[in-house]
Nanobody, 126 residues
């Protein structure tokens, strides 16, 4: 059974940095597209960024592009989300997601992901 567990959330000041991690078990991250989504308070879940199955391509939502970076470590079976210069509007529960099929390019649509973590809370103070 595939499990994804996020960690690293907490309180961060605007303009600081925070690194979230997603640890996968039950199978390797390699050959599978991985993504990060978030759900701000009172809002629907939204796309943050995704990594193609081989990790050579990543793409991001416009509101985080240039500030957030996804990094894979297939040896450790983890995917990280490096959050630089966070803003108060980045406050949300952050989720890691993975597609079941191999060799997928990834997607910004949450319906295309089969496995989800439990989420980790990030609060950005002004």
């Amino acid at each position: 059974q595939v499990q994804l567990v996020e960690s690293g959330g907490g309180l961060v000041q605007a303009g600081g940095s925070l690194r979230l991690s997603c640890a996968a078990s039950g199978r390797t991250c390699g050959n599978h597209a991985m993504a990060w989504f978030r759900q701000p308070p009172g809002k629907e879940r939204e796309f943050v960024g995704a990594s193609k199955w081989n990790g050579d391509t990543t793409f991001y939502a416009s509101y985080v592009k240039g500030r957030f970076t996804i990094a894979r470590d297939n040896d450790k079976n983890t995917v990280a989300l490096q959050m630089n210069s966070p803003k108060p509007e980045d406050t949300a529960v952050y989720y890691c997601a993975s597609q079941r099929s191999e060799y997928y390019s990834g997607s910004s649509f949450d319906a295309e992901y089969d496995y989800w973590g439990q989420g980790t809370q990030v609060n950005v103070s002004s």
